[in-house]
């Protein structure tokens, strides 16, 4: 029965456009590949079809690329993030597709905070991430350039308490391309809300992060591809036509 109800929900999946993803005879997705420029890299969802863009619909979306956030990562990690984010960026702006910087801070005496909250009343005890320190800025090597868009958030996720989807909507933005720190954090909030909204989503797996290996990989490699396609930086700059320097 359960296999009967197994091939069902494959059809109705397959006719909505949303394929189950693929098992291989060991019990893991097939047609997953490693960035071989990448040590340990997370692997990304073969992409079926071939991942392209339309600048002028599309949005690159980088969440929390702040110094506070950065700062809780190795120095390699860091390094490795900004140098993909910059490509990112370079490519995006070159394509002419709209930059969009997603940042959460908090005034002074962190008012938006409730001491219920968990996560947010640790960071009011820590004074991380407040208005006008250079913590809560945007790292340096990936700062905002003319034209490109900054939205401030007092939550986890890009849309809640924020002006990002007027700002899309606005610009009729259709597709949003994803990265940022954490992967469990503002990337997937962002992820689910998105798709609630039905925009096309992708997410680039090598310029995220999170403190927990673990829960990077299950996230990159096993939720998001139920809602969005899930690239490498590589990928990425091929869909954008940025072209490598030699």
């Known amino acids: 029965m359960n296999r009967i109800m197994l091939i069902l929900l494959s059809a109705a999946l397959l006719l909505s456009g949303t394929a189950l993803p693929a098992a291989g005879q ?71 597709v709209t930059v969009i910087y997603v940042v959460v801070r908090f005034r002074d005496g962190y008012p938006e905070i409730n001491l219920q909250n968990r996560l947010f009343s640790g960071i009011k005890e820590s004074g991380l991430l407040r208005e006008g320190t250079t913590g809560a800025e945007i790292h340096a090597k990936v700062a905002p350039q003319p034209g490109d868009i900054i939205v401030t958030k007092r939550r986890v996720g890009a849309f809640w308490s924020t002006d990002l989807e007027t700002v899309l909507r606005a610009r009729n933005i259709s597709t949003l391309v994803l990265f940022g720190i954490s992967t469990s954090g503002v990337v997937l909030s962002t992820v689910r809300a998105a798709s609630d909204r039905d925009y ?35 990928e990425f700059l091929s869909a954008a036509g940025a072209k490598r320097e030699k």
Not at 36 to 58: C, D, E, H, M, Y
Not at 84 to 95: F, H, Q, S
Not at 203 to 225: G, M, Y
């Open 26 to 96: 060991d019990g893991q997705k097939s047609g997953r590949t490693p960035d071989p420029a990448v040590k340990g890299a997370q692997t990304a969802v073969l992409i079926q079809p071939a991942f392209s863009l339309n600048p002028a619909r599309t949005a690159v979306l980088i969440m929390d690329y702040q110094n506070d956030i950065l700062g809780m990562l190795p120095d390699t990690v860091q390094a490795s993030l900004l140098e993909k984010a910059g490509a990112i960026l370079k490519a995006a702006r070159d394509a002419r």
């Open 200 to 234: 096309r989503l992708a997410v680039i797996s090598d310029a995220c992060a999170d403190r927990d290996e673990e829960v990077n990989r299950v996230l990159l490699d096993k939720v998001f591809p139920w809602q969005a396609t899930v690239v490498f930086t590589r």
